[in-house]
């Protein structure tokens, strides 16, 4: 614990308040990690100490000194001894090192499931995030909630992933190390937050021009606040009537090929879910805050923002992109 | 002991034909050389200027990221420069500086007038070299050359189903497979004739166990390269199918695996790194013990790790590939096999301590290039077996770290060693020493540029940032040590710049070297600087490692007690 506490304090001060950052873990995968890696930090840093040491040691002791007498050393071709044991101690070292490794990689990767794990499943795409919570009815997108989970009675949430078209990887830091989203494949992680906030990650993978603006945030809630989240996010699209015209061009437009606003016409899904759009804090995975201005910049021209994006510019005229724009931000 | 001193021109067959000066001629000259020292020095100008080319993709990279939200290069432009980054200085830089110097010194060294097979020699040079050619005419016509052209943007490793025509529609990832299909296939054919020299050229009394460690090295390099290159050049030939033939390797889409790939990948990728490295280290082998004035310690334990890295190397890919989800049992192994390559590594950095130990140290360029690369090569593998704790690796596999850790070994390893190497070879090959002054000016700002960039380059990656974006957000905590990696590499491109103006300079004014400058001890310096063509009128006769040390200390040769 103090050990912990001292590490934690040293790198705020080194780092600052990184939010991404694997040396303040905050979760069972991403603790584990952390607690692995202090050991082999250790371990590496006293191997560098010692040969380091003896190199600096050499190449001081042994430098040629002006007013040398120019004979050569004694030659020394080897010696049975001393090549024994410097291949016997790192064989000891990498013998403990693996033992220690193994047992965090089948207490992760192997461990059993919870009766009361949530299950999502993960979609990736060129460059945004699909969640889709099939028990519970939900599909949302780059935006992740789970609920926070107490040790005491874990309830971790497991992520289920695959992706619609080329490699990505699911990486917060925080939480536990990245897993790859790869198409054709299925891979299950798990995360199990203890405290509630807001973790950040993003893909890990090169997965095409916009690999760097695909961000990741997982939102941790408290159970009463994920079970509010929850029975929002399974109200059908809210319909009101000041937006009724904008709703109209949303639906002329190409808008409901690609995207789906649950209970309408538009069941398109090669781009994020808009049933409740409004509900979440950014857009285009995180590149942007949810504001008014940026929906009506990012309808407008997504390339601006974000260029490579795959939603085309839509064209639209100032009329009907003030009535989308203003459809758009009633979708809570 | 009948070491052979330098031969008369006579033997010299090409003398008579000589042009005189004319540029036509003696550029025919070169086109049509079978000469292995020729060849050699045309591998190392060719990788040298794509070293530039290559070096000036990272500036670009560089500038790009030492600011938060930058706009100077667009996210296209970006993904093109470390794809072209990464695939040329793997593949057209590494390669060919590490078999141009092998080219030029393995036959000296075993005191064989040529390689086994010079034409096939020849081939292999312009065949790789047409295959970076090939590469760099994506620029004008990776769309077809009807429209605009574009460079590949997939990455150095191409994971598919990034390069499936739905996600890689125009040419550039065809000029890429092409590309590094062809210089793959060089690269097997130089292999073949360092391999069959080494075995059949040697000259009377070099048996195996007495050939310089360099060789060796370049022997065991080259037994890899068969069994790596070519499950590459078979990955590239099927991603030839899946584009153009309706092949479903890779295409996920079609129900193809994008894991196929990277096993495919990893299987060439991993041993790669051994194949750059085990040169290198042959360089090491050979310059300590010079300016040490030792002997190598331990011999054939040195020959022992380095056949044991040659078979490890061959079962620890997957370790590029924990995140991919292969599932705990083969994390584990992976794991363990990582580990235990750390086992004969380790050997090798202690017999270069034990060289040192009771040495009398000679701080040329040369050897200061050297002993950088014992401390990073140490460090750089240090921060290896930090990635081959799978649980470790899940965090910093695909970041910042990752780059650190293997620019470490190429640049701070590698690259530091085949410095050392031009320091030292460069009067045989030219016959003119490089300036001392320029060679620590380039060292130390070279030194300090290294550091300041990929010392610090670790710290993002361990702070979440992945490699391979174009930008990063400000609230991040990057932009401090981003905008140090970057000032590094200005460092690291003005040491460089001396060092080209060196070679330049050294190369017409330098002092002359004579045939050997450096009082060394083995064949290579038996001959002028540069060496005749047939570099030997009589074969040398050898009865110890260092032919040199016995010629010169007659009352107490090596022979005495190997
Ligand atoms: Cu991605």
Redesign the interface.
Known sequence: MLIRTTISAIHILAFGLVPTSIFSPAGTPAHSIFDLSMFVFAITGTIFLVVAGLLLYALIRYRNQPGHTGREPTQIYGSNQIEVSWTVIPILIVVVLFLTSARVIFTTQAAPKPKKALDVVVIGHQFWWEFRYPKLGIVTANELHVPVSDPLHPTPTYLTMSSADTDHSFWVPRLAGKTDVIPNKVNVMWIDPATPGLYLGQCAQYCGTQHALMLIRVYADSPSDFAAWVARQKMPAVESADAAEGEAVFQRNACINCHTVAGTVATGRFGPDLTHLASRDTIASGALPNTEENLRGWVDNPDHYKPGALMPPMHLNQHDLDAVTKYLTTLR | MATQTPVSPVADRTTALRPSGRMLEVLHEWVTTVDHKKIGLMYIAYALVFMLIAGVQALLMRIQLAVPNNHFV???EF?RLFTMHGTTMVFFVGMPILFGFGNYLVPLMIGARDMAFPRLNAFSFWIAGFGGLLLYFSYFAGSGLYAAGTAP?V?WFA????TARA?SPGHSTDYWTLGVLLSGIGTIGTALNIVTTTICMRCPGMKMSRMPLLVWLYFVTCCMVFVAVSPLTAAQIMLMIDRYLGGHFFD??A?????LWMHFFWIFGHPEVYILVLPAFGFANEIIPVF????I?????MVGATVGIGFISLSVWAHHMF???L??GA??FF??AT??I??PT??K???W??T????????TTSMMFA?GF??QF??AG??G??LS???????????YFVVAHFHYVLVGAILFMIFSAFYYWFPKMSGRVLVEKLGKWHFWLFLIGFHLTFDFMH?PG????????????A????AMWNMIISSGAVLQAIAILIFVYNMVWSYFKGPVAGPDPWDAWTLEWTTTSPPPAYNFAVLPTVESRRPLWDLK?PEDP?SN??
């Open positions: 667009s996210p296209q993904n943007d990455g994971y598919a189903p990034l996600f996920t889409q129900g193809g695996s994008a894991v040490s004035r030792k002997a310690f331990g011999y054939p334990a995140s991919v989800g599932g705990p994390n584990a794991t363990f580990m235990v750390s086992v380790g050997i950095i202690f017999n301590l034990a040192l130990w009771g040495g009398n140290i000679h701080f002993v014992l401390f140490l460090i240090l921060t077996i930090m704790v799978a649980p470790f690796d899940w965090q910093l596999t695909g970041s710290i361990m702070l979440g940032m992945p490699r391979r974006i174009y930008t990063y957000e609230d991040r905590g990057w200390h090596d007690y190997e």
